[in-house]
């Protein structure tokens, strides 16, 4: 099954971010994108959930939410373009947005303004 995914390469707590088609497994154990495999950490990662099987590298890869705010920390998000159209009128519903193939997102833990 092919499906549009948040992909985030966790070289350290943050790194380069897309948006793609992912081909999942029947069990979600791998994943497939642009060439390469990813198997699940089956919850024994830190800040990643998979991990590339031939580098070893840590990924976070999930399903896109619906209000974005993808990333934990700030950072740019690139959408691939055979995914765009369908990540900006299906999963986000902002058709006018769908020619954007960059997203500047200020993350779950970025942008807040310390309490006073």
């Keep these: 099954m092919l499906r549009i995914m948040y992909i985030e390469a966790k070289s350290g707590l943050s790194g380069e971010a897309r948006i793609g088609r992912v081909k999942v497994s029947a069990r979600g154990k791998s994943l497939s994108y642009q ?3 990813f198997s699940t950490l089956d919850g024994g990662g830190f800040k990643a959930n998979y991990y590339d099987a031939e580098t070893g590298a840590y990924y976070w890869i999930s399903g896109c939410k619906k209000r974005g705010g993808d990333r934990l920390y700030p950072g740019v998000i690139h959408i691939d373009e055979d995914a765009r159209e369908e990540y900006w009128v299906k999963i986000r ?4 947005n769908k020619e954007q193939s960059i997203i500047k997102c200020r993350g779950k833990y970025g942008g807040k303004q310390g309490r006073k």
Excluded at 93 to 96: D, H
């Design 93 to 96: 519903n902002m058709p006018e």
């Design 35 to 37: 060439g390469r495999r």
